[in-house]
T-cell receptor, first 115, second 113 residues
Framework: DTGVSQDPRHKITKRGQNVTFRCDPI?????LYWYRQTLGQGPEFLTY????????KSRLLSDRFSAERPKGSFSTLEIQRTEQGDSAMYLC?????????????FGEGSWLTVV | GEDVEQSLFLSVREGDSSVINCTYT??????LYWYKQEPGAGLQLLTY?????DMKQDQRLTVLLNKKDKHLSLRIADTQTGDSAIYFC?????????????FGKGTHLIIQP
C-alpha cells in the first residue's frame, strides 16, 4: 500500500501523559499536513510542512503540541501533558508539491482517547 | 474567514439518487472537493472540481458547481448500501496561509433498504 500511513491507529492514555503519533506520507510528496477531527465535526487544520520546514501552525496548536519532519519524509506529532479535550482523531495528509492545484490525500487517522 | 456549510443528514432509498449539498463563502476558492469517511476510517477523496467548471461527472458521481451562489452539490446515482458514510465538502482557497482545506461538518448519508 503506497498511501499515507499513520501509527498507532489507536491510543488510550491517561491525562497528563505524553503521546506521539507518526505519519509516513506518500513517497516523494513534498507537503505534509496534520488535521484534527472531533466527533461530529469536520477535520480542522493544525499545521503543515513543505519538505522539512514547518510553514504554518493553527492557533489550535497549543504549546503542548509539537510537530517535526526532520528529513522531509515522515513526520511526528507529539502532545505533552495530555488533557481530555485532546481526545480526537489526528489525521495526516500529503500532497505532491503544495499549492492550490494539488490534491491532498489523507491517511486512516490516529484515534486518541485521554482518560 | 472561510466557512463551509452542509446539512447533517440525508436519508435515501437504495437504488435512488442521493444529492448532497454544500455552500461555501470563500470567493477565491480554487478547487472544491468531496471526501467520503466510513466509520472509524480516514478520508477518501471521491472527486473534485476546479472553480472555473460547472459540472464534472465520474461514473456514478456528478458534481455541480454554481460559483455565483457558492453552491456545490454531489449526486450519487443508484445509491447502494456501500455508499453509507459521512460525506465532507471542502474548499481550497487561492490565498496565502496554509493553502490547505476548509471542511464542512459532514453529511451522514443513510441508506434505507
Amino acid at each position: 500500500d503506497t498511501g499515507v500511513s499513520q501509527d498507532p491507529r489507536h491510543k488510550i492514555t491517561k491525562r497528563g501523559q505524553n503521546v506521539t503519533f507518526r505519519c509516513d506520507p506518500i513517497s516523494e510528496h513534498n507537503r505534509l499536513y496534520w488535521y484534527r477531527q472531533t466527533l461530529g465535526q469536520g477535520p480542522e487544520f493544525l499545521t503543515y510542512f513543505q519538505n522539512e520546514a514547518q510553514l504554518e501552525k493553527s492557533r489550535l496548536l497549543s504549546d503542548r503540541f509539537s510537530a517535526e519532519r526532520p528529513k522531509g519524509s515522515f513526520s511526528t506529532l507529539e502532545i505533552q501533558r495530555t488533557e481530555q479535550g485532546d481526545s480526537a482523531m489526528y489525521l495526516c495528509a500529503s500532497s505532491p508539491r503544495g499549492g492550490a492545484f494539488d490534491t491532498i490525500y489523507f491517511g486512516e487517522g490516529s484515534w486518541l482517547t485521554v482518560v | 474567514g472561510e466557512d463551509v456549510e452542509q446539512s447533517l443528514f440525508l436519508s435515501v432509498r437504495e437504488g435512488d439518487s442521493s444529492v448532497i449539498n454544500c455552500t461555501y463563502t470563500d470567493s477565491s476558492s480554487t478547487y472544491l472537493y468531496w471526501y467520503k469517511q466510513e466509520p472509524g476510517a480516514g478520508l477518501q477523496l471521491l472527486t473534485y472540481i476546479f472553480s472555473n467548471m460547472d459540472m464534472k461527472q465520474d461514473q456514478r458521481l456528478t458534481v455541480l458547481l454554481n460559483k455565483k451562489d457558492k453552491h456545490l452539490s454531489l449526486r450519487i446515482a443508484d445509491t447502494q448500501t456501500g455508499d453509507s458514510a459521512i460525506y465532507f465538502c471542502a474548499e481550497r482557497g487561492a490565498g496565502g496561509g496554509a493553502d490547505g482545506l476548509t471542511f464542512g461538518k459532514g453529511t451522514h448519508l443513510i441508506i434505507q433498504p
